[in-house]
Structures are given as C-alpha cells and as structure tokens.
C-alpha cells in the first residue's frame, strides 16, 4: 500500500502538535519582528522622527486622526519618502524570499535561487531594454513591468532547454544551465547599455541594475507589485503539499498523484512573474532567494505549509535593514542595497558549497 504525506505526518500526533506550537510561535514573533523593523525603518534616518510620531502619521492617513494637524515636514517625510520605500522593501524581500523557496524545492538542490538561475538576469535584460530603447510593448506605465516579466520568463525556459538538451535534467544541469545563461544575459545587458549611447540612460541602468529601493512612491508600480507578491505567496502557500512531494522527489510526487513536469511548470511561470515584478520595482537584488530559505527552514522546519510564510517574514525584514544600512553607511550618498545583500550572501553561498557532500 503506497504511504502519503498524511499517514508519515499522522505517525507522531504528539511530536506535530508540539512542532505546530513551536512553529506557531516562531511565525508570531517574526511577524513582530517585522513589525517593529518597519517602524524603525520608517523613523530612521538622516532626520530622526520617533516611532510614536511615525504611527500617528500612518494613522491620520488612514482614517484614525486628523491630518491638517501634523507637522507638514515630518508628514511628507513620513508618508511621501519613506513609507513607500518600506513597503516596497518588505515586497521585494518577501518576493524574492518565497521565489527561493519554491525554486530550491522545485530543483531539489539548496544552491538555487533567482539570481543563480539567471531569472535575474533575464529580468534585468528585458527592462533595459525598455530604459535604454523605449520599447514599451504600447502598454504604457507596465511597459518596464511587462518586459522584466518576459524577461524572467524567457530565461527560465532558456535554462530548462539548455539544462534539457543534454538529457535527463537535473539539479546540477539546472543550476550549470542557470550560471551559464546568467552570464549570457548579463553580458547582453552589457550590449544594450554600450550601444545605447547615452550616458545618462547607462549610469541609470548600472544603478538600478545593482538593485535600489530609492525610487519607491506611492503609485501604480508599487501596488501591482504587493498584489503580485502577495498572490504568489497565497498561491505557493495553498501548493505547500504538492511543494513537499515535489522536494522529496518525483516519484513521491507521481504516487500522490502530481504532475512534476506540470507543476514545475506553473511554478515556473509563478516565480517568473514575481521575479519580474521584483525587478522591475527594485533592479536585480541577489542572494536573498538564497540565504534566507535555508534560515527559515532552521527555524520552522522544512514542511512548506511553515517554510513560505517565514520565508516571506524573514527576507521582508532582511531586506528592510540591509536598506537601513545602505541609507546610513555613507551619508548623503547610498549604497545600492544589491551591494550590502551580495555582501552577506557570497560568504553564505561559501558555506553551503563546505557543506556539500563529495556525491553531491
């Protein structure tokens, strides 16, 4: 008789009630964690505004408090500057976040994430494209949204074709395949900015390729990308059972009656789209679909029902303080936070790839 997820999770009613409280408690605090990280991230700055001041700011705007009696300054500062770019940082950090999850399930392999599968680069092709040469699909202000999505989408398809070409793929052909078509990508943005011509347009691309949260505002781009992170992470969320089949291997997948080939596909598309909106919002941002899978799991588990909520929890509130540090390490100019992530994910990246069996 073939064993499902239910009969091995029902095997120690005990050991999963104390493992639901413990992962409870642990989502609980990262929810306050991010809580009190967006206050601060809000009220810090080369003007310090206190968090009490910060809350009944955002609550005057939403209907709990008069507005006409704040003090202008620290209003704009508040709602106009600062509030778009923290929500626009817990959007990329949790987007990217959940991508990484789904990717490192999708092919088995701890190593996996956006930017090593070249989704990044493909993403980060497509929009410069659009910056340096107009090319606006005639849809308007999505034209750079919907030429990042291509762009992630494209390249996805391009590594399982390469990854593909050689035979049965795998997760070491994968990843092979993702290195590969990054560089490609990457030296066609190259091209693109070169034969561009402009100055102006290449320093813009080369800053926002770096990844900034710098030009976040109150705006279509910014709620399309909350609704699109948002979604994904419902949507992997509802799929966590298939996500554990599909991590364990295919033929689990195939017993409990799922489609691998299928459902990488759909998770395909999903994390092209996010990936897309992601740098579309934000530039190319790596490592965080890297590192922050790997704490998450140390914290809740492996189960993804508990994986994807902390994974969102936990890169939203990384990426809000690697911003911090970025406005504040070197005061009136700022780091592109792409630098301050590729800073704490190479070292990390250096410690999974020690920890790698020699049949791995």
Known sequence: MAVTLDDVTLADPLG????????????VALSLVLLLSAVLGVAVGPVWIHPVDVLRIVAAHLGAGDVTAL????????????LPRVLLGLAVGAGLAVCGVALQAMVRNMLADPYLL??????????????????????????LAASAFLGALGASLLVFVVARAAGRVTS???????VAVGYALS???????????????????MFWLLGSLALAQWGGPLAVLLVVVVLTCLVLGAWARRLDALAIGDETAHVLGI???RFRTQLLVLVSLCIGAVVAAAG???????????????????????????AALLGATFLLWADLLCRMLLQPRELPVGIVTALVGAPFLLYLIRRLRPAG
Do not use: K, Q, Y
């Open 16 to 27: 999963r009630a104390r493992r639901r409280r413990r992962n409870t408690l642990a989502v």
């Open 71 to 82: 003090d202008p300054v620290s209003d704009a500062i508040v709602w106009d500057v600062r």
């Open 118 to 143: 070249g989704i990044n680069s493909g993403a980060s092709s497509g929009a410069a494209a659009t910056i340096l040469f107009g090319v606006g699909l005639g849809i308007g202000e999505h034209a």
């Open 172 to 178: 070491v052909r994968l990843l092979l395949a993702g």
């Open 187 to 205: 030296a066609v943005t190259s091209f693109l900015i070169f034969a561009s011509g402009s100055a102006e347009g290449a320093r813009s691309v």
């Open 259 to 261: 489609s691998p080939t």
């Open 284 to 310: 190319s941002v790596g490592f965080v679909g890297l590192v922050v899978p790997h704490l998450a799991r140390r914290l809740v588990g492996s189960a993804h029902a508990w994986a994807v909520p902390a």
